[in-house]
C-alpha cells in the first residue's frame, strides 16, 4: 500500500486548504484513513492525530484543536480521502500525513487508534502547510 499526500501550500491565516491522500495497492476494502501533522521541529513520535475517517461507514471524528475547521471527507471509488481545512491559523503549520489500517473496529476504537500512531500499518511521505500571520 502507499500513501500519497499532496495538497499543501503557504496561505495566511484566515485561508484554506484542501489537502488529498490518494492510497494505491489496497487488497482490502475497509480501512480507517486518518490524517497527523507533525509541527516544526518536533520528532516523529510527536506527530499528533487531527482526524480519522472510516471508509466502511463514513463515521468520522476530530480532535477539539482543528472541530469545526477542518472536514474529512472520502471517495471511496477514487481511493482518497480528503482533509478541507478552512479558517487556518499559524498554529496549524506543520507536514501533514495521511496514515491507513486495515479493518475496522467500533467508532471509539478508531478515535483511541488516533491518539497513538505505532498503531497505524501505513504513513505517507508528508506535505508541508505554513500559514503565515
Known amino acids: 500500500v502507499q500513501l500519497v499526500e499532496s495538497g499543501g501550500g503557504l496561505v495566511q491565516a484566515g485561508d484554506s486548504l484542501r489537502l488529498s491522500c490518494v492510497a494505491s495497492g489496497l487488497t482490502f476494502d475497509d480501512y480507517i484513513v486518518a490524517w497527523f501533522r507533525q509541527a516544526p521541529g518536533k520528532k516523529r513520535e510527536e506527530r499528533d492525530g487531527?482526524?480519522?475517517?472510516?471508509?466502511?461507514?463514513?463515521?468520522?471524528y476530530y480532535v477539539d484543536s482543528v472541530k469545526g475547521r477542518f472536514t474529512i471527507s472520502s471517495d471511496k471509488a477514487e481511493n482518497t480521502v480528503y482533509l478541507q481545512m478552512d479558517n487556518l491559523k499559524p498554529e496549524d503549520t506543520a507536514t501533514y500525513y495521511c496514515?491507513?489500517?486495515?479493518?475496522?473496529?467500533?467508532?471509539?476504537?478508531?478515535?483511541?487508534?488516533?491518539?497513538?500512531?505505532?498503531?497505524?500499518?501505513?504513513w505517507g511521505r508528508g506535505t508541508q502547510v505554513t500559514v503565515s500571520s
Open positions: 496514515a491507513l489500517d486495515a479493518g475496522s473496529g467500533s467508532y471509539y476504537e478508531m478515535v483511541a487508534q488516533l491518539r497513538d500512531l505505532y498503531e497505524w500499518d501505513y
Open positions: 487531527i482526524s480519522c475517517i472510516g471508509i466502511s461507514d463514513g463515521a468520522t
